[in-house]
T-cell receptor, first 118, second 118 residues
Framework: DTEVTQTPKHLVMGMTNKKSLKCEQH?????MYWYKQKAKKPPELMFV???????INESVPSRFSPECPNSSLLNLHLHALQPEDSALYLC?????????????????FGQGTRLTVV | AQKITQTQPGMFVQEKEAVTLDCTYD???????LFWYKQPSSGEMIFLIY??????QNATEGRYSLNFQKARKSANLVISASQLGDSAMYFC???????????????FGKGITLSVRP
């Protein structure tokens, strides 16, 4: 199983709504990531989890709240979003880095959730 | 400072011909990894090929090869025998080793759009 599964695929939410994005992988990866991607732009890192602990937060607004309940699951809780938060949200996972070797640390991505904030 | 630079405008190639997509990077870390990803219009990010900073040989994966010139800090992707299905956006990305036990972030260049003509 080399898949990262994201749900839902599409989400429309109002600015006062609370919603969650879900991500699941069963590849035994211990690093998981959330990226945000606007059309025709590169993915921008939001969060990195290593061994279920938040290791990198790229100064993301608190209206985005990540959660890693176990080694296979990653959630992104959304609250009071703005229309400019509309984007493709990509989840990814990878093996842990080894000392002096980044081999096999390619990130495997899910198909993303297309989020529209109205 | 921008760590990954992809400056080519949209690229066009005739089916069955080879094409080179350029990528330059900037880092002072001796241990780093370079990755190429393909993103079709469906949105999924597909890993293509990896090159480590200590690797002595250029990476190859099927029709993909990486022209790694460490002194020039370039890692160009070569796609041989282009196919119509190769039409997509292509991103170069880099990891710099953290040495902390946590995973580093994968930073992307702004991407290149490749169109394969029949």
């Amino acid at each position: 199983d080399t898949e990262v599964t994201q749900t839902p695929k599409h989400l429309v939410m109002g600015m006062t709504n609370k919603k969650s994005l879900k991500c699941e992988q069963h590849m035994g990866h211990r690093a998981m990531y959330w990226y945000k991607q606007k059309a025709k732009k590169p993915p921008e890192l939001m969060f990195v989890y290593s061994y279920e602990k938040l290791s990198i937060n790229e100064s993301v607004p608190s209206r985005f709240s990540p959660e890693c309940p176990n080694s296979s699951l990653l959630n992104l809780h959304l609250h009071a979003l703005q229309p400019e938060d509309s984007a493709l949200y990509l989840c990814a996972s990878s093996h842990r880095e080894q000392i002096l070797s980044l081999k096999n640390t390619e990130a495997f991505f899910g198909q993303g959730t297309r989020l529209t904030v109205v | 400072a921008q760590k990954i630079t992809q400056t080519q405008p949209g690229m066009f190639v005739q089916e069955k011909e080879a094409v080179t997509l350029d990528c330059t990077y900037d880092t002072s870390d001796p241990s780093y990894g370079l990755f190429w990803y393909k993103q079709p219009s469906s949105g999924e990010m597909i890993f293509l090929i990896y090159q480590g900073s200590y690797d002595q040989q250029n990476a190859t994966e099927g029709r993909y090869s990486l022209n790694f010139q460490k002194a020039r800090k370039s890692a160009n992707l070569v796609i041989s025998a282009s196919q119509l299905g190769d039409s997509a956006m292509y991103f170069c990305a880099m990891r710099e080793a953290l040495y902390t036990g946590a995973n580093s972030k994968l930073t992307f260049g702004k991407g290149i759009t490749l169109s394969v003509r029949p």
